[in-house]
């Protein structure tokens, strides 16, 4: 303190004073920030040298020279993938999948929220949950198997099945559109239990009070459930509605690679694994790169698109 | 809750009404939806070879022939495959945990400087991402191909978790802090005695979230390892069984069949890879907290 009044000029004086507060924050914080440290070269590192990574998008990329060596040439990569028929195959898929799981998966884990929220046996309810809950933490491989075992045309349960009352076997993984049914069930296989998590913690919020004034007027459990359950749920609905309609350009690579097969590459060949086999396994990295990022850019333009739609509607939104 | 409404409540709660079976019958048929493939594939990898080939198995085992699980149990290379991955799914897991609680803790400071940019920082990776290609050439370049570390450092920090997180740790009264801090201890210090004792339950469910995506990944495994020895058991398996069930299922009719694995060890194989995550399940069942899930969505 004594140092500030020696140095007389009022301006020099502030400036001092900015900096004791300055080092007083840091001084208070610096642990903090110590803290902050690893986290963010990660985030750095891990996240955002990737994304100037895409930048042999608009580069013939040569491994050995880097992107600094490397030459650059425009949107020429692009150019290329668009004249490509694999490049619309792959986008129609990867929109169909995700629009099949939208109006299938996405309400599955809702119906089934409201239905585990009017079970009354509590061990019920329990042993109900845990079932439902586990195929989530099964891997993808896993499932893959399982899903050759019971729909397979060579011996699978239900083909068997099928064959022993004296019907033909159908082709379940080997026809086009019979895959489709087996893609989708098997994604609400595996999500639609875990996902009603989330809905039954937004249905513990609703005030129990209003179920009991709707019990006097005489209300049945249909009309509870649309009146009180369903719009008490409504603004979890519209998130996760907004991220999956974010999602909509955008395909696991795991669930799509481990189901597919030759036979039914017209539906299963997606975004995801068009760029594995067109960037890792042949090494055209700049065609897949742009393939990447046009995917990257296009979901990013559709997750603002939908929460600006979602906050119009006066919804919370997701940021 | 008044006296009549109470027993209005009991009342009802001891009627069982045709609505209370109907949904019970829906929800007992989605239940036994999720266990029969598991039912199955036990049933399968214990049955004998010949009731497998003529197709008798459904979800009880036929004669009960422990071969199979022999023959996996033999295979050096599963077993090695194996403590390899809970060797990595155990360092992934301390190491993930360790990093997104330093990195939760001080975005919950309201007057920390700078907080608002570090979260934009972290939120974005959550919509926009570099891609596939790119990260593939970040890992070569750091000289991480065919090493472990390149199935733990990428994936070290869920933005998503990390959110969850913080979310937790900002509901935690801030008055139990600062007389932490009256008391002379440091940020550090108030973190490891105070806040994450109080974080059991989101710690714990965390920890199953970071464990079950090593555990279960392989898409990584699939693009950086190329060296075998290396194999997680997910990627050991795609080997392994998937491989010959793709072939299986479209070869041309008549075509060799010599190199395919029996049903059984298949069957066994995808067991043995699913026992450990059926082991830890339901004791770590009990902290999905509800409560932990609706915080991320509105984070």
């Known amino acids: 303190m004594d140092q500030i009044i020696d140095q007389g000029s009022p301006t020099a004086e502030l400036r001092t ?11 208070r914080d610096y642990q903090l920030y110590f803290l902050l440290i690893l986290p963010i070269v990660y985030f750095i590192l891990f996240k955002y040298v990737p994304m100037y990574g895409t930048a042999i998008a608009f580069q013939d990329y040569n491994l050995f020279k880097g992107i600094s060596g490397s030459e ?3 949107f020429e990569n692009f150019t290329q993938l668009f004249a490509m028929s694999q490049f619309y195959q ?9 629009l099949l799981d939208l109006l299938f998966s996405f309400p599955a884990p809702i119906l089934l929220a409201l239905l585990l929220n009017e079970l009354r046996v509590v061990w019920f309810k329990k042993t109900a949950q845990t079932l439902l809950y586990l195929p989530h933490f099964i891997s993808w491989i896993i499932i893959g198997g399982l899903v050759y075992q019971i729909f397979s045309n060579k011996g699978g349960l239900l083909n068997n099945l099928i064959t022993s009352l004296g019907f033909e076997a159908v082709p379940f993984l080997t026809e086009k ?21 989330i809905y039954l913690a937004a249905l513990t919020g609703i005030n129990r009070e209003l179920y009991e004034a709707a019990d006097v007027d005489g209300a049945g459990r249909l009309k509870k459930m649309r009146h009180i359950t369903l719009p008490g749920i409504r603004s979890t609905i519209v998130v996760m509605l907004i991220m999956q309609l974010g999602h909509i350009m955008t395909i696991g690579f795991e669930r799509p690679f481990v189901m597919g097969n030759t036979l039914v590459m017209d539906y299963s060949e997606v975004i995801s694994t068009f760029v594995y086999k067109a960037g890792l396994q042949s090494a055209q990295f700049s065609l897949a790169t742009a ?5 990257a850019l296009v979901g990013l333009i559709f997750v603002v698109g939908a929460n600006t739609i979602a906050k119009r509607m006066g919804e919370q939104g997701i940021y | 809750m008044t006296n009549v409404t109470a027993t209005a409540t009991r009342r009802k709660l001891s009627r069982v009404r045709p609505s209370d079976i109907a949904i019970m019958a829906v929800i007992g048929v989605a239940m036994l939806i999720c266990l029969i493939p598991f039912l199955h594939i036990v049933a399968v990898s214990l049955s004998t070879k010949d009731a497998i080939l003529s197709d008798r198995v459904t979800i009880w085992p036929q004669g009960w022939d422990w071969h ?9 290379r599963m077993l090695r495959s194996m403590g390899l991955t809970i060797f990595l799914t155990v360092s992934f897991t301390i190491i993930s945990m360790i990093m997104s609680i330093c990195a939760a803790y001080p975005l919950t400071k309201e007057r920390l400087k700078g907080r608002s940019f570090f979260m934009l920082i972290i939120v974005f990776t959550m919509f926009f991402s570099g891609g596939i290609i790119p990260d593939y050439l970040l890992i070569k370049q750091l000289g991480l191909l065919d090493s472990l570390w390149s199935l733990i450092l990428p994936g070290m920090i869920s933005a998503f978790n990390l959110i969850i997180l913080r979310t937790f740790f900002s509901s935690i009264p801030e008055s139990l802090e600062e007389s932490a801090h009256l008391d002379g201890s440091s940020h550090i210090g108030t973190l490891i005695r105070i806040v994450l004792p ?3 339950p989101v710690l714990a469910t965390l920890s199953l979230f970071y464990a079950v995506s090593r555990w279960n990944g392989f898409m990584d495994a699939l693009f950086y390892i190329t060296n075998s020895e290396l194999y997680p058991i ?12 793709v072939t299986d299922l479209t070869a041309q009719e008549g075509a060799s069949q010599a190199e395919l694995l029996p049903e059984g060890i298949k069957a066994a194989s995808i067991m043995f890879a699913t026992v450990p995550i059926l082991l830890v399940y339901p004791w770590l069942q009990r902290y999905f907290v509800s409560g932990v899930m609706i915080g991320a969505v509105k984070g």
């Open chain 2, 198 to 200: 109080l974080s059991m």
């Open chain 1, 177 to 197: 559109n019979h895959w489709l049914f087996v893609y989708l069930g098997t994604g609400i296989w595996q999500s639609a239990g875990w996902g009603t998590i």
């Open chain 2, 68 to 76: 199979a699980y022999e023959v996996v149990f033999s295979d050096s």
């Open chain 1, 291 to 295: 393939m990447g990022l046009f995917q």
């Open chain 1, 72 to 74: 650059w040439v425009g």
């Open chain 1, 17 to 27: 004073a900015s900096k004791i507060r300055k080092s007083r924050w840091f001084r």
């Open chain 2, 234 to 245: 997910q990627l050991k398996l795609y080997q392994v069984v998937m491989n010959s069930m």
């Open chain 1, 90 to 98: 792959v986008v129609r898929n990867t929109l169909l999948l995700n």
